[in-house]
């Protein structure tokens, strides 16, 4: 994994370089992946990692919030698919306008449409992660909605899932950092900061409603 902190110098954005393959590159370089995403940009590609951000999101709350209780198991895998896309696009963009404005305070260089860019990169893990969204439906059914009773293979898959979901998850939250930094061409530590004020400053709005409420 790489460090945080950038040894070598950022690209020059002024060469488009060697187009890369994100799918690939993504896993050991990811700066130069999203350089080079940006530099040739694929609008299909984008759309779809980022409906595939927002299915795997759904498919995750869909789980945890007992949806095949109410619902029929074929409306929530439709609930999913057509609800998680549009969220995923809908956060996409918001996600990037927040990055870009706070990476901008930090003195960042970058533009609205490669901060765009270089955060549906940063989706490519969550998009693997439909892989196993799809296994379990496959190995759970309708018991996958549900407070069902599982049996021993079942219980056994999902802890195994789990867990590689949530590998897939803290990675691509690594490379959120990575393409903040590199939208912004600025280090990975002012990435990381950049990905936090946001997330504090709703915490503290969260917080002082919750107060102001009791």
Not at 3 to 20: A, F, Q, R, T, Y
Request: charged residues 15%; hydrophobic residues 60%.
């Amino acid at each position: 994994m790489e460090k945080l902190e950038e040894d070598s110098l950022p690209l020059n954005v002024d060469e488009k370089g060697e187009k890369l393959n994100p799918w690939l590159t993504i896993w050991y370089a990811p700066r130069a992946t999203m350089r080079s995403a940006i530099n040739y940009r694929n609008s299909k590609l984008l759309i779809f990692l980022a409906i595939m951000a927002g299915i795997t999101e759904f498919f995750d709350r869909a789980i945890s919030d007992n949806l095949g209780v109410h619902m029929n198991f074929w409306v929530v895998l439709l609930m999913i698919i057509v609800v998680g896309g549009i969220i995923g696009i809908i956060s996409w963009f918001i996600w990037s306008a927040i990055n870009y404005y706070v990476g901008k305070l930090l003195k960042g260089k970058g533009t609205y449409d490669e901060m765009r860019v270089a955060m549906a990169i940063s989706f490519i893990p969550f998009a693997i992660s439909v892989i196993f969204c799809f296994l379990d439906v496959l190995f759970l059914r309708e018991k996958l909605f549900t407070n069902a009773v599982l049996s021993p293979f079942q219980i056994g898959w999902l802890l195994l899932s789990a867990f590689f979901v949530f590998i897939l998850a803290v990675w691509s939250f690594f490379l959120m950092i990575k393409a903040v930094a590199e939208a912004h061409q600025f280090s990975s530590w002012k990435g990381l900061l950049t990905l936090i004020i946001p997330a504090a400053v709703i915490f503290v709005l969260v917080l002082g409603i919750v107060l102001v409420a009791l």
